[in-house]
Nanobody, 116 residues
Framework: QVHFVESGGGLVQPGGSLRLSCEVF????????IDWYRQAPGKEREVVAT????????NYTDSVKGRFTISRDNAKNTVYLQMASLRPEDTGNYFC?????????WGQGTQVTVSS
């Protein structure tokens, strides 16, 4: 069964940093690109960052470029999202996603709240 264990969220002041982790189970981790998504209350979910299988190619939504860094450790079946210069608009539930053989798999997420 594909599932994820996300961690690292919390309450942080504007300008602060957090590092999210997503450990992945149920398939050969190194064979799939992995996404971090987020969803704020009352808003649609959006893809924040994507990392390709080998970890060399990454993509970010415009609003986080230069502030967030996605990385992966294929030996640990884990993907990370390092977030810096956090803003109140970064508040939301952050969760992992993978598409495998036409099926979408979603994690439960970890809550990030940016507030003074």
């Amino acid at each position: 069964q594909v599932h994820f264990v996300e961690s690292g969220g919390g309450l942080v002041q504007p300008g602060g940093s957090l590092r999210l982790s997503c450990e992945v189970f149920g398939f050969t981790f190194s064979t799939r690109a992995i996404d971090w998504y987020r969803q704020a209350p009352g808003k649609e979910r959006e893809v924040v960052a994507t990392i390709a299988r080998a970890g060399i190619i990454t993509n970010y939504t415009d609003s986080v470029k230069g502030r967030f860094t996605i990385s992966r450790d294929n030996a640990k079946n884990t993907v990370y999202l390092q977030m810096a210069s956090l803003r109140p608009e970064d508040t939301g539930n952050y969760f992992c996603h993978v598409k495998r053989f036409g099926e979408d798999y979603w994690g439960q997420g970890t809550q990030v709240t940016v507030s003074s």
